[in-house]
């Protein structure tokens, strides 16, 4: 089939082209390239990817899909079997210090994406979403079901804003969209602003690193592979209205229109202290720990309730921690010559 993939350049972007190629599959990609954090790393992804395809499957175009016009100007005769929309002003924190890159990257971005899979007749548009928008949300483990109406963190609001964006389009033009709740997504070539990257880096240069919440957040850390597995199974199944859905008692995520929410996670909280310890054995060195209390905007747990993604499209994550982060440090040591 042939696929458009947005954030190409980005963490997940990368790995899930990568699968696609793979299986033989035609991928247009898109990214900005942007400098949240450093663009060699997403240049070193666009090089492996671009060297992956050398029979014209993979075609890269580099632009800003806020801007209408560019979009319209690179895909403007451009047709999709499906959508993969990953591209996103990424980071809680950063969205403290400048809102407006959510907006531009989250908001306007989304509703151009929106926009074209309605006039090219997608079949299947599936986009990032994210586990933050349960925000004040503390009955666990968290369920697709559960209300989403309180976030913390203005990130989390423009994601739970792209849901109820793809639920109008769903609704208005019968256009199918899939969003999922990524739960702390890990692995090679992960994001040099996500903790265990920074932990490693810390650790392997002799400097301490910051625990907040004194070690003690749980996070469903999810492994880069079983998330892409999880991306393409949910890709391949079109989203259709429920037929069970009830106006009277409305679940939240689906709908008598094509749209569904899932969540995609480990089903496995991790404490903090845990996955420094299993960064510790695979770099074989301690680490230093600055204990600190909870940051504005940091949720302290996130657990999630796959049992919906694994009924529908037979999900079934398989790395334990252990195996993730020793992956990835060895990773971490190949790209960084250590």
């Not at 949240?36 to 175009?61: M, N, V």
């Not at 229109?257 to 996670?265: E, H």
Request: proline share 6%; net charge neutral; glycine share 6%.
């Amino acid at each position: 089939m042939r696929y458009l993939v947005t954030g190409n350049a980005g963490f997940i972007g990368f790995h899930v082209v990568k699968r696609l190629l793979d299986r033989g599959d035609e991928v247009v990609g898109v990214d900005m390239v942007n400098d949240y954090y450093d663009p060699a790393l997403k240049e070193k992804r666009l090089e492996i990817l671009a060297s992956q395809s050398s029979d014209g499957r993979y075609l890269f175009h580099r632009f800003n899909l806020a801007d209408r016009a560019a979009l319209s100007g690179h895909l403007d005769n451009e047709r999709f079997d499906r959508v993969i929309h990953l591209a996103a002003q990424a980071g809680v924190r950063y969205s403290l210090e400048n809102p407006q890159a959510y907006v531009d990257s989250n908001i306007v971005a989304f509703t151009n994406i929106l926009e074209f899979c309605r006039h090219r007749k997608v079949a299947h548009l599936t986009y990032a979403s994210t586990s933050s928008v349960y925000g004040a949300n503390t009955n666990m483990p968290f369920r697709e079901s559960q209300d989403a109406s309180h976030p913390l963190q203005f990130y989390a609001a423009t994601k739970r804003a792209n849901e109820l964006m793809a639920h109008s389009y769903s609704h208005l033009f019968r256009l199918p969209t899939t969003g999922l709740r990524f739960f702390t997504v890990y692995g090679p070539w992960g994001r040099p602003d996500m903790a265990l990257y920074l932990f490693t880096k810390n650790i392997l240069e002799g400097k301490p690193i910051d625990l907040f919440n004194g070690g003690n957040h749980t996070r469903d850390f999810t492994y880069v592979a079983d998330i892409v597995d999880g991306i393409l199974l949910v890709s391949d199944d079109i989203a259709a209205p429920d037929p069970t859905w009830d106006s009277n008692h409305p679940d939240p995520s689906t709908s008598n229109a094509p749209y569904r929410i899932l969540n995609i996670g480990n089903n496995n909280p991790v404490l903090l202290s845990e996955y420094v310890a299993q960064i510790e054995k695979a770099l074989g060195m301690p680490a230093q720990k600055r204990l600190l209390p909870l940051q504005p905007g940091d949720v302290p747990a996130t657990f999630a309730d796959v049992s919906r993604l694994m009924a529908s499209v037979n999900y079934k994550p398989s790395t334990p921690v252990a195996v993730g982060v020793k992956k990835f440090v060895q990773w971490y040591r190949s790209y960084h010559d250590i």
